[in-house]
């Protein structure tokens, strides 16, 4: 009788985990609403003209993540950022200088570790992962426009909070840092710089 409750209680201490695992929603989606702040002024264009200056814009993202451990879930997302110059000077060819507006629209879609440590109904997470960018140069002047679009793969980094207001209910705060830097040829804008902050407030769902 005795070796029978010894094995009952060994058995259970061993398939806690699996029942409480299986209890919490494995899967959950995500929609993250927020800015993207580039790294540099001038996205490192090469040569810039002096008053050259991109500044932050709207940044947005969808994602299918999934917990395959409690401490740890894979994180699938796609979206979209952007960065707008602001009026700049450059040479006309003909001893002038003509006024440019820029542009750069971003579609980013990432796959992303993310590794989690809980506290109550706090989630504080940590996450690495590589992207596909597909980003779009474009160019307005004397109300001509020209554009150019490249992809790259590229990573990002970032740390969070979520709070888990019901075990589907979740919200919380996350900034990532992206590295990633297309080449719009010679004749374009060359080699362009999109490392940055994408900062986002973000509300999700479990299931």
């Known amino acids: 009788m005795r070796k029978t409750l010894t094995g009952i209680l060994v058995l259970g201490l061993l398939f806690a985990p699996v029942a409480v695992m299986a209890a919490d929603p494995a899967n959950y989606v995500a929609a993250k609403l927020g800015m993207y702040l580039p790294g540099s002024k001038t996205l490192g264009v090469e040569d810039p003209p002096d008053d050259l200056k991109f500044s932050s814009g709207f940044d947005w993202e969808v994602v ?101 207001f019901t075990p589907n209910v979740f919200a919380g705060l996350e900034a990532k840092y992206l590295f990633v830097k297309p080449d719009f040829g010679e004749d374009s804008a060359g080699k362009v710089k999109l490392n940055g902050l994408q900062a986002t407030a973000n509300i999700g769902y479990r299931f």
């Open 64 to 164: 299918y993540g999934r917990k395959i451990m409690p401490s740890l879930a894979l994180e699938l997302g796609a979206g979209m950022f952007s960065t707008k110059s602001n009026t700049f000077q450059v040479d006309d060819g003909a001893g002038g200088t003509i006024a440019v507006n820029a542009k750069v629209d971003v579609i980013p879609v990432t796959l992303n570790a993310k590794g989690i440590y809980s506290i109550d109904k706090l989630d504080l997470f940590a996450l690495a992962g590589v992207g596909y960018y597909r980003a779009k140069f474009k160019f307005e002047a004397a109300g001509v426009s020209e554009s150019k679009s490249k992809s790259k793969i590229g990573f990002q980094l970032g740390v969070g909070a979520d709070y888990n």
